[in-house]
């Protein structure tokens, strides 16, 4: 199986004068070809800040970014910016909840696009750009008539398939969503989750889908990352983890759940808060919130350890002595 990304102990720390913000820690995956994970978690465990790393998009002057992420044989941690402006759109892809807002108001959308595809096909012609477009509007369920539209023409569910369109235009290996259907209503959102889902069948495109709605990830991911804290707690094939979560915080999350869309700080399945992630937990950082929390899980910080074929718990309750 072809591998598109790893990530190896993977840290993502904010820095604002002496205050420093772990916002990822010792993140560890690897998604094949064809995989679609994925990531879930509360407002403010850190699945932005991951995605943003990955495509190095956040500013380096207050971000330390440690550890290894192996995108198909490159380190991104380490590629230049005149690399990594490779590599944006042509081979790795984002959408955000908020990506149709960086379509100019005053150009129409297929003028806007065609500029995209220009910018790594600068030959291509007219014709071949056309197809092109109109290939991926069709895909995202927009009618041809989109093109000479401007974005004021057109509603946020269109908008944002728009922007999924845009992000296929170079057939990516990676595509990552953050909240990229969140904003959508239930119809609109699971409309496009099935034309994703559908599109990947006829395109080889590995996606990582961030969100908060667990819905989402069992409509159409195969895998699941649970974050909590900055911290994978949980990974796994999504039809197992969502039948059988094993860390307390994934049940926990399932148990809360539709909760999770309301209010986002706290969860009815789970008491308390997120900690502070300026400071350095000891012992597990889900321990204060847990209710099978034994004394072990104040002292000792648990490892992220495979308790069966594809199924990474970081809980002391699997594996080690209690
Ligand atoms: N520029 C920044 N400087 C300092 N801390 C930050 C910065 N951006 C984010 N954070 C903090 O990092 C943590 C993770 O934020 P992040 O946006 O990655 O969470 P999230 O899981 O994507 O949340 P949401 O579901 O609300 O989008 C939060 O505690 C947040 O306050
Ligand atoms: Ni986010």
Request: glycine residues 8%.
């Amino acid at each position: 199986m072809e591998q598109i990304l790893e990530l190896r102990d993977f840290c993502v720390t904010y820095i604002n004068k002496d205050k420093r913000i772990y916002a990822v820690k010792n993140a560890g995956l690897k998604i094949n070809k064809g995989d679609s994970l994925g990531i879930v978690g509360e407002s403010g465990s850190g699945k932005s800040t991951l995605a943003m790393a990955l495509l190095r998009l956040l500013p380096e002057k207050n971000t330390e970014i440690t550890g290894s992420a192996n995108f198909i044989g490159k380190e991104l941690t380490k590629l230049k910016e005149s690399d990594l402006k490779d590599i944006r759109w042509k081979e790795l892809a984002v959408v955000f909840q908020k990506s149709m807002n960086s379509l100019s108001p005053v150009h129409r959308i297929g003028t806007q696009i065609e500029d995209i595809y220009k910018v790594h096909n600068p030959d291509a012609a007219k014709g071949e750009i056309f197809d092109r477009i109109t290939y991926l509007l069709k895909l995202v369920n927009l009618s041809e008539r989109v093109y000479t539209m401007y974005p004021h023409e057109l509603s946020g569910g269109m908008l944002q398939r728009v922007s999924i369109a845009l992000s296929l235009i170079h057939n990516p290996k990676l595509l990552i969503l953050d909240e990229a259907t969140t904003a959508l209503d239930v119809v609109t959102q699971g409309q496009i989750l099935d034309e994703i889902v559908k599109m990947e069948k006829n395109m080889d495109v590995t996606r990582i889908m961030i969100t908060h709605d667990i819905s989402v990830v069992s409509a159409s991911c195969n895998k699941i990352a649970v974050m909590y804290a900055g911290e994978f707690m949980e990974l796994g094939y999504a039809k197992d983890v969502l039948k059988c979560p094993k860390h307390p915080y994934t049940e926990g999350l399932l148990k809360s759940f539709p909760s999770l869309k309301g209010d986002k700080s706290k969860l009815a399945g789970i008491g308390g808060y997120l900690p502070d992630l300026s400071k350095e937990a000891t012992g597990c950082i889900f321990e204060p919130r847990c209710r099978q929390a034994k004394d072990k899980c104040k002292q000792e910080r648990p490892e992220f350890r495979e308790t069966e074929k594809g199924r990474i718990v970081r809980c002391h309750l699997y594996g080690g002595e209690m």
